[in-house]
C-alpha cells in the first residue's frame, strides 16, 4: 500500500467521498471519477498529491482487512450502546454460514479451471454472483483467507489457492448445498432427482457468464 501522504492520518472515506457504509460497487464508482479527475496526466485537472491520496483510499477500501482496519482505527461504526447478541436467528446462522463459504470457494475454484491466467475476482464480481450481505460476504472472505483458503491478489482481488482446492475437493460439495447462494439459480435450480445431477461447474460456468454480460454492460454506459 502506498506510503501515508505527509505522515497525516487520511480519511479514506472523504477522500473518495463515500459514506463509511458504501459498498464496493459504490467505492470502485467514486474511485474511477477521481482517478480520471487527478490523474497526472489530465492537463485541466490533474494533480499528483490528490492522484496518490485517491489511490492510497482505493487500495485500502478495496481491501476487506485493511478497510476493517483503517474502520477500527478511524472508530466507524463502533457501538455506543450495551452490545446485543442476535439470538435464536444466530443458531440459524452457523450452518449456513459454512456452505456460503464453501459455494465462494466453489466459485473460486471455478474461475481458476476457466481462467488459469486471470483466476481471481473483484469483491464486486463476488457480490453479483453470491447471495450475501455485504457483511456476510465481508466475513465469510475473512475466515477463507485466515484459513488459507484464498488469498487476495495485487489487485485486492480473491482467489482460491491450493489449500483451498483440496479442501473442496475433500468435502466434495453437492449442486445441492450450493446453489442456493449463487444468485440467479436459488433453490429452485437445485439438483433433483427426477431431472438427474447437474454439475457445481454447470451452474456457476452460468452464473460467471450473467456477471460477464452485467461487466460488459456497465463499460458500455
Do not use: C
Not at 492520518?9 to 474511485?31: K, M, N, T, W
Request: charge should be negative; glycine fraction near 6%.
Amino acid at each position: 500500500m502506498s506510503a501515508p501522504l505527509a505522515g497525516k492520518f487520511q480519511d479514506h472515506y472523504d477522500v473518495l467521498g463515500v459514506e463509511p457504509r458504501a459498498d464496493s460497487d459504490a467505492i470502485q464508482r467514486a474511485y474511477a471519477k477521481l482517478a480520471q479527475k487527478y490523474n497526472p496526466r489530465n492537463a485541466e485537472t490533474g494533480d499528483a498529491e490528490k492522484f496518490e491520496a485517491v489511490n492510497m483510499a482505493y487500495e485500502t477500501l478495496s481491501d476487506v482487512e485493511l478497510r476493517a482496519t483503517f474502520d477500527r482505527l478511524k472508530g466507524t461504526g463502533q457501538e455506543t450502546g450495551v452490545p446485543k447478541f442476535s439470538g435464536v436467528e444466530f443458531f440459524d446462522t452457523l450452518g449456513r454460514e459454512g456452505v456460503r463459504r464453501t459455494a465462494i470457494l466453489s466459485v473460486l475454484y471455478d474461475r481458476r479451471l476457466r481462467k488459469p491466467t486471470a483466476p481471481s475476482l473483484s469483491m464486486r464480481h463476488l457480490e453479483l454472483m453470491v447471495e450475501a450481505t455485504a457483511e456476510e460476504l465481508s466475513s465469510a472472505i475473512w475466515y477463507l483467507k485466515q484459513r488459507g483458503l484464498a488469498a487476495s491478489d495485487d489487485k485486492s482481488s480473491l482467489q482460491i489457492t491450493v489449500d483451498g482446492m483440496d479442501f473442496l475437493e475433500n468435502r466434495k460439495p453437492t449442486a445441492e448445498d450450493v446453489m442456493p447462494f449463487i444468485k440467479g439459480a436459488g433453490a429452485g435450480a437445485a439438483v433433483t432427482a427426477s431431472r438427474g445431477a447437474e454439475s457445481v461447474l454447470t451452474a456457476l460456468n452460468r452464473a460467471l457468464a450473467r456477471e460477464q454480460v452485467e461487466a460488459k454492460t456497465e463499460v458500455a454506459r
